[in-house]
């Protein structure tokens, strides 16, 4: 149980930083207009920020999964990841296609790291009752 626990805790700690990270980086690369300082990021930004979203994601559930050994942990990862856009869009007003866009990322993201540590061992509880083998 403690491994699950700390192996979950690792992807989300793992993607937090990549997001952080990629974040400063996007914004370092492509900075606002320097006349004024409350212009919102280009679309150029937006879309890196969104890239690194789905970097971040990814590799997070993929390491918690694998961690943790269960394939649901991929699943907690994603949806937390997922959760924290949906906080930003309501606190900072944002372009409707970047919410739109950055969970779908995040969503194919979670599924695949899923979907990767299903075929390095990680367990699925639901294999227990799939019938077909």
Do not use: K, N
């Not at 943790?68 to 959760?83: F, H, Q």
């Amino acid at each position: 149980m403690l491994r699950r626990i700390l192996g979950t805790l690792a992807g989300v700690v793992l993607a937090v930083v990549i997001t952080s990270l990629w974040e400063m980086t996007a914004h370092y690369l492509m900075p606002p207009p320097p006349t004024r300082l409350d212009v919102a990021p280009g679309a150029p930004t937006l879309a890196a920020v969104i890239v690194g979203y789905g970097v971040a994601t990814f590799l997070g559930a993929l390491t918690a999964a694998r961690l943790a050994r269960v394939d649901w942990a991929a699943l907690i990862v994603g949806g937390l990841m997922m959760a924290s856009v949906i906080a930003l869009v309501v606190l900072m007003p944002h372009p409707l296609w970047f919410p739109a866009l950055s969970l779908a990322v995040m969503a194919v993201a979670t599924f695949a790291a899923r979907h990767l540590s299903l075929g390095m061992g990680a367990y699925s509880p639901s294999a227990a009752f799939d019938q077909s083998t």
